[in-house]
């Protein structure tokens, strides 16, 4: 014998809810309007793109320059523009469009170790919308 479970009209409108935002969130992460990070170099959370003058993290590819480093196939970059961007806090943004990058850990693949991010490597502009574990004291950019 089966037992029955009765669904109310409340449950039935939350589960249509959830599904709903689920699905615009995967449309909108599609679309590149939305991001999440899982990673612990910036905070964790939701980011959701702007126009560069509101960024306060940015997305991006290697180049180049990062070809002979071991990490290099784990991330997007000229060779594989579909792999893996990096998403980073913008620290400071240079005269000539490049920027500097800061990750939140010493080992964080940032500006120290690959140098100023250019123009060419730049995907997306991020401002966060939801941060899970953001340090009190860090700004949220320039």
């Not at 589960?15 to 909108?28: D, N, P, Q, R, S």
């Amino acid at each position: 014998m089966m037992a029955s479970v009765a669904i109310t009209g409340r449950q039935r409108s939350v589960t249509i809810a959830v599904v709903i935002m689920l699905v615009g969130v995967f449309a909108a992460n599609k679309a590149d309007l939305i991001i999440g990070n899982p990673t612990t170099s910036v905070p964790r959370g939701i980011y959701y793109a702007v126009s560069p003058e509101y960024a306060g993290y940015v997305s991006f590819c290697l180049d180049h320059r990062h070809r002979d480093r071991d990490y290099y196939d784990r991330f997007c970059s000229t060779d594989r523009p579909r792999g893996l961007r990096i998403l980073k806090r913008i620290a400071e943004r240079q005269q000539d469009g490049s920027l500097i990058v800061r990750g939140d850990s010493p080992r964080a693949l940032d500006s120290r170790l690959l140098g100023p991010v250019q123009r060419h490597q730049i995907r997306a502009w991020w401002k966060p919308l939801i941060q899970i574990d953001a340090a009190t004291d860090m700004e949220d950019g320039p």
